[in-house]
């Protein structure tokens, strides 16, 4: 597999780099991206591909199942430098579906990390049950819910954050956006509009 790594990057540098050459020298000199984009680690969904985006605009942080931890310097950090740096005014948390983190929060991991991370994300089991048992929800349906509900439920803790908070406050951006992928279709649904909150 690293073979192959190093021979796509060679074909890139060859083919890709060198028809745009104008465009990856200016953004080596500067970044400039217009969206921090919170997504999950999943190797199936790339923010830049399923976006059709160039390097260079999106600014990323990826963890299992996009959860936004109040207690995680690493994702306090990337939010801090994103807005107060880079000045980026929009920020997606983006989950999808058929997500390997949902299924083990539905189905209850147990290896120890994992099960601690996913603690992050119980406000949208708990709701997602309920919900589940009232309407007799297919596993499937109900993973799908789970999913979207963790989405709305990581938008609430980023906009908790005391940096998002107080910047809100005095009318500032960012201004946050939660989506969901479908690997089956290709598409992005709009779940949290941060362009009308």
């Known amino acids: 597999m690293l073979k192959k790594l190093l021979s796509g990057n060679r074909r890139f540098a060859q083919n ?7 465009y990856y020298r200016a953004i080596a000199r500067k970044q400039k991206p217009e969206i ?10 790339s923010e830049s591909i399923i976006t059709d ?7 990323v942080h990826r963890n299992i199942a996009n959860i936004v931890a109040f207690n995680d310097i690493n994702i306090a950090s990337i939010v801090d430098y994103a807005v107060n740096h880079l000045k980026i005014p929009d920020i997606v948390i983006c989950g999808h579906y058929n997500c390997g983190g ?12 994992i099960a601690d991370w996913l603690l992050i994300a ?4 708990e709701k997602v049950d309920k919900i589940a048992a009232r309407k007799q929800l297919a596993r ?25 908070k107080n910047r809100h406050r005095k009318g500032k951006t960012p201004r946050i956006h939660g989506w ?18």
């Open 16 to 22: 890709a780099f060198l028809k745009d050459g104008r």
């Open 36 to 45: 921090l984009w919170i997504g999950c680690s999943d190797s199936r969904v």
């Open 53 to 59: 985006s160039k390097p260079g605009k999106i600014f």
């Open 102 to 113: 949902i299924q083990a929060l539905e189905d209850g991991v147990h290896e120890n990390y």
């Open 122 to 125: 119980s406000g949208a089991k």
């Open 140 to 164: 499937e349906d109900k993973l799908n819910l789970l999913t979207e509900e963790n989405i709305r439920l990581q938008v609430k803790h980023l906009k908790n954050l005391s940096l998002i």
């Open 180 to 197: 969901i992928y479908s690997m089956d279709t290709g598409m992005i649904k709009v779940l949290v509009d941060g362009m009308k909150t």
